[in-house]
């Protein structure tokens, strides 16, 4: 009796033999039909099938693998080329919507552009006792405290605090801005007051003028700050009492602060002042010069 040793072995060798042959016979040039190479042909046939199946079947699978790996790694590459264009795509929409407002800030009022400066909102107070907001420019783009801050759409406040850099601007929605006004249609004057709220008052209008819901208000220029004819908003509510001297009148502010990013800070009216401002002395001496030039 063999052993299972000896029983694999002589397979082995076996089928090492009909391989031998099968390589021997493959390289004549006529097969023959009979004889010892046509049995040896006709016993390792099935085997020789199998096996080149197998073969063919396993780099199948392995050539499949690789197709997998690359696809995978083409999709991920395509994945961040996309991502990349989008956030391209972003930013162009972005600067195109930019570029139209500030084309807005232009055309403005007919504002001449060396008499404002641009400035970003880079921040806004969390607290909701105080309605301000920061923008990108300070004392180095040449702005100074008091400067009227605006939009497009109208009136949004004035600067009250500057850094080199940065400047803080309290809204005209603040508690503690004032604003004086006037109503378009009848001149009725009076002052918008914050309620640190998207509302405004507009106070100190007397009873006996007639004003009407919808009515728009607009800066009068006297408070000093504001140039005149600069839109502050229009009439939603008003209250009449007989008791009282002034009517109660609620506004809704032309500007969306909740929308605010850019804004236009006006400082022509300003530098003038300060070249004319004289320093102490000055006058009477110039009052001097004046006076010799006419006495020769």
């Not at 096996?51 to 999709?75: D, L």
């Amino acid at each position: 009796m063999f052993s299972k040793k000896m029983l694999l072995l002589i397979a082995i060798v076996f089928f090492v033999m009909v391989n031998f042959i099968m390589l021997t016979v493959s390289s004549k040039d006529k097969l023959p039909d009979t004889g010892i190479e046509g049995v040896a042909i006709a016993l390792t046939s099935p085997f020789q099938m199998a096996f080149s199946r197998t073969i063919m079947a396993v780099k199948g699978v392995w050539r499949g693998y690789f197709a997998i790996v690359s696809a995978a790694k083409e999709n991920t590459k395509l994945k961040r080329e996309l991502a990349r264009a989008m956030e391209s795509l972003s930013r162009y929409k972005e600067l195109e919507l930019e570029n139209i407002r500030l084309k807005k800030f232009i055309h403005f009022q007919g504002i001449e552009e060396d008499t404002v400066i641009a400035a970003k909102v880079i921040g806004r107070d969390p607290s909701p006792w105080f309605r301000t907001i920061m923008i990108d420019k300070g004392a180095k783009d040449g702005l100074t405290r008091g400067l009227p801050v605006l939009v497009s759409e109208g009136i949004v406040g004035q600067i009250v605090a500057v850094s080199n850099r940065y400047s803080r601007v309290v809204l005209i929605t603040d508690r503690n801005s004032a604003v004086d006004a006037l109503v378009q249609t009848s001149r009725a004057r009076g002052i918008v007051k914050g309620n640190d709220t998207d509302l405004c008052s507009f106070r100190y209008v007397l009873r006996k003028n007639k004003i009407e819901p919808g009515d728009m208000i607009i800066s009068s220029g006297l408070d000093g700050v504001f140039p005149k004819g600069l839109r502050i908003g229009w009439v939603v509510e008003l209250k009449e009492n007989s008791s009282q001297l002034f009517q109660e009148i609620t506004i809704k502010t032309c500007v969306d602060f909740d929308r605010l990013e850019e804004v236009l800070v006006l400082i022509k009216q300003f530098e003038y002042d300060q070249d004319t401002e004289l320093e102490p002395g000055q006058e009477s001496s110039q009052k001097s010069d004046q006076a010799d030039t006419i006495s020769q």
